[in-house]
């Protein structure tokens, strides 16, 4: 984690996007690409670099597998303020979205997961609107295919001077409201629900997951976090 200090008191952040390991096992990693539905209580989440983060989660899962290594989920603010670094600015590399930076789509929404496996593994005759649904889009299969996620940290310019990485594109990141809220943008997308770090999108519950869905972990700092020791 890295220590990030702000008016209203630091608190400290996961440099990478979290993947899971087993509580009872740390070196048994989860497959980034698995559901963890009524898995919850046998994972908890890890900060690694070089590993493919997970999706497939909900805000309220994300939450309880961050609980398990004595951290929390970012409010909201804590997430933006992290990701805009020391600077503040729209994205973590600077205030202009650039291509092949993070990863994301820059200005052509093209190799779509989705729609690519729908053509690839529909009957004739099945409706386009199926690939949509919430069943299709938690289809495992989805995050095997090329073009999607990358290992945590691997886009080495996606990062602010805090050393927080990915917090643009990769996958969606889920942080604590409630009602349901994930920020950033993911590998399809980091502009169409506001600008990269602004990313919002609220239009889903706290128990919602589909490919996209991932997340950090923030924790309280003590006095040592707070002078950079986190």
Not at 216 to 228: I, L, V
Request: hydrophobic fraction near 30%; glycine fraction near 10%.
């Amino acid at each position: 984690m890295t220590a990030v200090t702000r008016f209203k008191g630091a608190y400290c952040i996961d440099r990478y996007e979290a993947s899971l390991v087993y509580v009872s096992d740390e070196a048994r990693v989860w497959p980034h690409n698995d559901l963890i539905d009524g898995r919850e209580r046998e994972l908890r989440a890890v900060s690694v670099a070089g590993r493919r983060p997970q999706g497939y989660i909900s805000g309220k899962q994300a939450q309880a597998v961050c609980a398990a290594s004595g951290k929390r989920l970012c409010a909201i603010d804590e997430w933006a303020t992290a990701c805009r670094g020391p600077q503040r600015t729209k994205y973590p590399y600077g205030n202009t979205r650039k291509p092949n930076v993070c990863n994301d789509r820059f200005k052509v929404l093209d190799n779509h997961p989705v729609p690519r496996l729908f053509k690839q593994h529909s009957a004739p005759g099945d409706d386009p609107v199926l690939m949509w649904h919430p069943k299709f889009m938690n289809d495992r299969r989805l995050l095997l295919m090329d073009h999607t996620t990358a290992p945590t940290g691997s886009f080495e310019g996606c990062v602010n001077d805090y050393g927080v990485y990915d917090m643009v594109g990769n996958l969606h990141e889920w942080v604590a409201d409630a009602d349901g809220t994930f920020m950033g943008g993911f590998f399809m997308d980091t502009y169409q629900n506001g600008e990269g770090c602004e990313y919002r999108t609220i239009g889903h519950g706290f128990d919602y997951h589909d490919y996209s869905t991932g997340f950090r972990c923030c924790k309280d700092a003590s006095w040592g976090d707070a002078q950079g020791a986190s």
